[in-house]
């Protein structure tokens, strides 16, 4: 999710992303279409990093044009955030011994609440605060989202499925930036973040509904 800062495990990073072999990944699609569950997995990640996107675009003009600030609070917006990712890093092996679907979704719902105050007109003490305990929350999600989509992939299928997997999500942060350019522009920095977060906490509901009509199906299927 955050491209500037954190990278998988919650560590900080600006490595770019090994090359993908497209050839494997169109074999991986094509194995994903027979495995819902794993569609899921990455149709989850795919959107939540797809609305990180605007929070790049908008944080840095929230706080010159919203709260007429210097760029060294922007600093400490991404300060405070990336050590709370090191922080919530540190509780994926814990949280893998609980059930990860939804541990999962409650990291998504959790990281969108974050995002809501800064549309709210909160002061820059109240939403420097959320956003380092959202990166508290997020911290996790790379590891989890990771661990529940390899737990669901046949062992014959893992490499090629997961360069699938990369090479999807490759596309989503990008966009999701391409589109706060003129959504910020349009709206205002701080209404984009909000309406990032309310969304994003729409994704876990949706997703919440979609996983327990799956389970329901599956069920009738077996009466």
């Known amino acids: 999710m955050p491209s500037r800062s954190i990278g998988h495990g919650g560590q900080a990073s600006a490595a770019t992303p090994a090359p993908v072999d497209t050839g494997r990944s169109a074999a991986g699609l094509h194995l994903l279409r027979r495995q819902p569950e794993l569609l899921g997995v990455l149709a989850l990640t795919w959107f939540f990093n797809f609305l990180y996107g605007p929070v790049e675009v908008a944080l840095p003009l929230h706080v010159t044009e919203d709260l007429h600030a210097e760029s060294s609070l922007l600093g400490l917006y991404w300060t405070l955030f990336g050590a709370g990712a090191v922080l919530g890093g540190l509780t994926a092996g814990a949280l893998r011994k609980l ?38 929350i997020y911290g996790p999600f790379t590891a989890l989202s990771f661990t529940l989509f390899q737990d669901r992939t046949p062992a014959a299928w893992l490499t090629t499925v997961l360069a699938a997997r990369s090479a999807a999500l490759l596309t989503a942060a990008p966009v999701g930036t391409a589109f706060g350019g003129p959504l910020t522009a349009a709206f205002g920095p701080g209404l984009v973040l909000a309406a990032s977060g309310g969304m994003t906490i729409a994704l876990a509901i949706v997703a919440t509904g979609v996983r327990v009509w799956g389970k329901q199906r599956a069920r009738a299927r077996l009466d």
Do not use: D, E
């Open 99 to 136: 059930p990860l679907w939804p541990v999962t979704l409650g990291i998504v719902a959790g990281w969108g609440v974050t995002l809501v105050p800064f549309g709210l007109g909160a002061p820059a003490s109240v939403s420097v605060t959320c956003f380092a305990l959202g990166g508290m």
